[in-house]
């Protein structure tokens, strides 16, 4: 029996966060002993050359890009350089699972940029959640407290970084192929990391830490695109809510791998910003309906 378009879209935004998030662990454990930006360089070649390889199994090469859509792909990749320095940066000194916890204000975020760049009408019900999700974010950094993480802040800074990327797809045509705007970032970020290794200098790798790049390199590419075809499958309502699964994936995996358990605080606060984030996804829905009747 064929999966219904809603179906197939959850079930590619829940492989999606897997995969970003098993790509964060092997970029976690690779640069305790790996130099961040020569991990970022042999991780993106490693990515630049997969989406290459579907660019020219798909065709899209052979689209012709409009000079207004090269701008926004050349913003995208800009924006998705300064959110992958600062989440890195960030995961390097953080408990997984509490980066994640930040990372899940994103879909609020967007709503409120949307609004802003775009005059998306933000009603006082959803203004409410997103107001709640910020005293969440501040409930999970802590900033004054002795729990205080300074690094936190670059998890905030690579929320609104993201917020950046993901609004800037919105004017490009849909006739786009994925992968060329994938390809875009991808390029873009591996470039970083190569010019950071030519400061930071050259580490042979071990066997050891090759696998964990190539694990990241490869479900990066996975990430990557299950991400655009889910937003491009079923009822984004519908779809969209099941991100939060990537703070389920950063539990789990940040306690097995890492041994970190988030404490009560930090939990607290995602519960909160993961409930205001449901709560708009619910009420954009809503919505959508009462337009479409």
């Known amino acids: 029996m064929p999966l219904s378009e809603n179906l197939r879209g959850i079930l590619l935004m829940c492989a999606s966060m897997a995969a970003f998030t098993i790509n964060d662990t092997f970029m976690k454990s690779v640069t305790e002993t790996l130099p961040l930006y020569q991990a970022i360089g042999l991780r993106g070649l490693i990515t630049v050359t997969g989406l290459t390889?579907?660019?020219?199994?798909?065709?899209?090469?052979?689209?012709?890009?409009?000079?207004?859509?090269?701008?926004?792909?050349?913003?995208?990749?800009?924006?998705?350089?300064?959110?992958?320095?600062l989440f890195l940066e960030a995961l390097l000194r953080m408990p997984l699972a509490n980066l994640s916890a930040i990372m899940q204000a994103l879909p609020l975020a967007i709503t409120f940029g949307a609004a802003l760049v775009f005059g998306d009408k933000i009603g006082w019900r959803r203004m409410t959640a997103i107001l709640a999700g910020l005293v969440g974010v501040l409930i999970i950094i802590r900033p004054g407290t002795e729990g205080f993480d300074r690094w936190a802040l670059l998890g905030v800074g690579s929320v609104l970084c993201v917020?950046?990327?993901?609004?800037?797809?919105?004017?490009?045509?849909?006739?786009?192929?994925?992968?060329?705007?994938?390809?875009?970032?991808?390029?873009?970020?591996?470039?970083?990391?190569?010019?950071?290794?030519?400061?930071?200098?050259?580490?042979?790798?071990?066997?050891?830490?090759?696998?964990?790049?190539?694990?990241?390199?490869?479900?990066?590419?996975?990430?990557?695109?299950s991400s655009v075809a889910a937003?491009?499958?079923?009822?984004?309502?519908?779809?969209?809510?099941?991100?939060?699964?990537?703070?389920?994936?950063?539990?789990?995996?940040?306690?097995?791998?890492?041994?970190?358990?988030?404490?009560?605080?930090?939990?607290?606060?995602?519960?909160?910003?993961?409930?205001?984030?449901?709560?708009?996804?619910?009420?954009?829905?809503?919505?959508?309906?009462?337009?479409?009747?």
């Open 163 to 225: 917020v950046v990327r993901d609004l800037s797809v919105r004017p490009i045509q849909g006739q786009v192929p994925s992968a060329l705007v994938a390809l875009g970032a991808a390029t873009a970020v591996a470039t970083m990391g190569w010019i950071g290794t030519g400061l930071q200098g050259w580490h042979a790798p071990t066997a050891w830490e090759a696998t964990l790049v190539l694990g990241a390199g490869l479900f990066l590419i996975v990430g990557y695109l």
């Open 231 to 293: 937003m491009r499958h079923g009822d984004i309502g519908l779809v969209a809510p099941f991100r939060y699964t990537s703070l389920l994936w950063a539990i789990v995996l940040g306690l097995l791998v890492f041994g970190d358990l988030p404490d009560g605080w930090t939990l607290i606060g995602a519960a909160i910003v993961v409930g205001a984030g449901l709560f708009t996804l619910w009420r954009e829905r809503n919505l959508r309906r009462r337009a479409a009747a």
């Open 53 to 85: 390889i579907l660019a020219i199994a798909t065709g899209a090469f052979r689209f012709r890009l409009s000079p207004r859509d090269r701008g926004l792909i050349l913003l995208r990749s800009l924006a998705e350089i300064a959110a992958t320095i």
